[in-house]
């Protein structure tokens, strides 16, 4: 098992190939979700550690019979929770050679090809950003490590020898932000959260009053984080305009577009990121709205050298030596991982292999059904916005006739049981989020199999599973 022959290793392919093509045939017809307990999972794995092996179709009998249906099933055109990419099977093969090849992408020369290809990948996302040809930047597991990244540069960039750090986002800024604070010993207690406006958008006034303030009192602002798509509602802040007040008061702008930022590629979305390729650095997740599997995340320097003083570190057993420009290259000089997988092979081979027209119409298609969900529900009398759409996310609520006259407390209640139910019932998907005290209803479309009929299959599965609700209360 540790070493099959090529003949063996051609078996074994035949099968998870067979397994894989089994799998995503019929996806459309298995659950999202489906109710279970962390009990009963266990019960069915043999929890005795292993003494002995046992052969490779056993091995996939498990993954098929217990992994496959207990899990939640990601690539569903109907799974519209959280943030979840649906992954490709393209990629899920640039995975497997990956790991064939097992190139450990530290520096230039660990896997001289490999450190080629995510050099030429990450200049591919540089240019779809509209970054300056100097920019730069690594791939990293996901959004969160991309801002801690960014934020560790932003932090080398201020001389911050006296006085308190201070940072700005708006209340509606991703957790990963304020724990990157937390982490780099800036603490949580240094991000200023900025309350937003009607659109959930970060307010201008108050991110200026909160820097001046700070500076008043000797505080030591160094950095503004803007959203190019919050994880709640897909708010994009003002771009342009943080750039201006960054500018004044002389802090690295930071953009958490790990949601958003690839939805520049879709013609009716681009104005909404005019100045993001202005701002000093961007988080944006490949495994997200570029429909990759985890884990591939991206950071983008405007410039690079000012993360490399942030992470470069000499140690006698790294030590390049008689090697120059090019080849003395090292990844580690500019993120936080010293082993790094080949995360590069599976951004390559979907951007060379569909190429950026056809991803352009995926996002944009997406786009369209959030914005079908936001004309459905506009039309019907049973179903209400919470905040209109602006990316591909969707918050709503389900009123049903009886419900009509219900506080808002009751309505929230009603709603949050709908969506237990819901995700039991498995058809499909849907998430929550807390806006302005309120509860709402949330989805996101980020899968290029979701069409508009999903989405009508959606608000009809919601008016199913509630009518099933109020005749049993
Ligand atoms: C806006 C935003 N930022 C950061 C993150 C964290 O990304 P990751 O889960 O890849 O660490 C998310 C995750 O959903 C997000 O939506």
């Not at 393209?90 to 090809?113: E, G, I």
């Not at 996901?142 to 960014?150: F, P, V, Y």
């Amino acid at each position: 098992m540790l070493d099959p022959s090529a003949d063996e290793i051609r078996v074994w392919g035949d099968s998870v190939i067979e397994l894989m093509a089994d799998y995503l045939g019929d996806l459309r017809d298995r659950r999202v979700y489906c109710q279970m307990s962390s009990r009963e999972i266990r019960d069915q794995l043999d929890a005795t550690l292993p003494t002995k092996g046992i052969d490779f179709d056993a091995l996939l009998k498990i993954f098929r019979e217990i992994i496959i249906p207990f899990s939640r099933q990601n690539a569903h055109p109907r799974m519209f929770g959280y943030v979840q990419s649906p992954g490709t099977p393209l990629a899920a093969f640039a995975d497997l050679l990956a790991s064939t090849l097992n190139a450990n992408l530290t520096v230039w020369r660990s896997a001289p090809a490999p450190v080629e290809m995510e050099r030429l990948t990450i200049d591919w996302i540089r240019q779809i950003l509209g970054f300056n040809a100097e920019a730069g930047g690594l791939f990293v597991s996901g959004g969160s490590m991309a801002n801690l990244a960014a934020i560790a540069a932003a932090r080398q960039a201020k001389d911050h020898s006296s006085g308190r750090l201070r940072m700005y986002a708006s209340s509606e800024t991703h957790f990963s932000i304020a724990k990157a604070a937390a982490l780099l010993g800036i603490g949580r207690e240094n991000v200023r959260h900025v309350p937003v406006d009607d659109h959930f958008r970060i307010r201008v006034d108050d991110l200026v009053a909160k820097i001046t303030a700070d500076l008043e009192v000797g505080h030591l602002p160094f950095c503004v984080v803007a959203n190019a798509g919050t994880v709640n509602t897909g708010a994009v802040d003002p771009l342009a305009e943080i750039r201006e007040i960054a500018d004044r008061f002389k802090l690295w702008m930071h953009v958490d577009g790990s949601y958003g930022a690839f939805a520049v590629l879709a013609e009716s979305a681009r104005k909404l990121f005019a100045g993001i390729e202005r701002a000093d650095s961007v988080a944006l997740d490949p495994h997200k709205w570029l429909y990759l599997p985890v884990d591939v995340g991206c950071v983008i320097y405007r410039d690079p050298e000012i993360a490399r003083a942030a992470f470069a570190h000499e140690a006698e057993y790294t030590r390049i030596i008689a090697e120059e420009a090019d080849e003395a290259f090292a990844f580690w000089d500019y993120g936080p991982e010293l082993s790094r997988r080949f995360r590069a092979l599976k951004v390559w081979m979907l951007l060379k292999g569909v190429g950026v027209d056809s991803l352009s119409e995926a996002i944009e298609s997406n786009l369209a059904c959030a914005r079908y969900v936001e004309s459905m529900v506009r039309a019907s009398d049973d179903f209400e916005m919470v905040t209109p759409v602006e990316l591909s996310i969707f918050c709503f609520r389900h009123v049903p006739v009886q419900l009509r006259s219900e506080s808002p407390h009751a309505i929230d209640a009603f709603n949050e049981r709908l969506l237990i139910a819901l995700q039991r019932d498995g058809s499909s998907y849907l998430s929550n989020a807390t806006l302005g005290d309120r509860f709402a209803l949330r989805g996101c479309v980020l899968n290029y199999r979701t069409t508009l009929r999903d989405i009508e299959i959606l608000l009809d599965d919601l008016r199913r599973v509630a009518r099933s609700l109020l005749t049993s209360s």
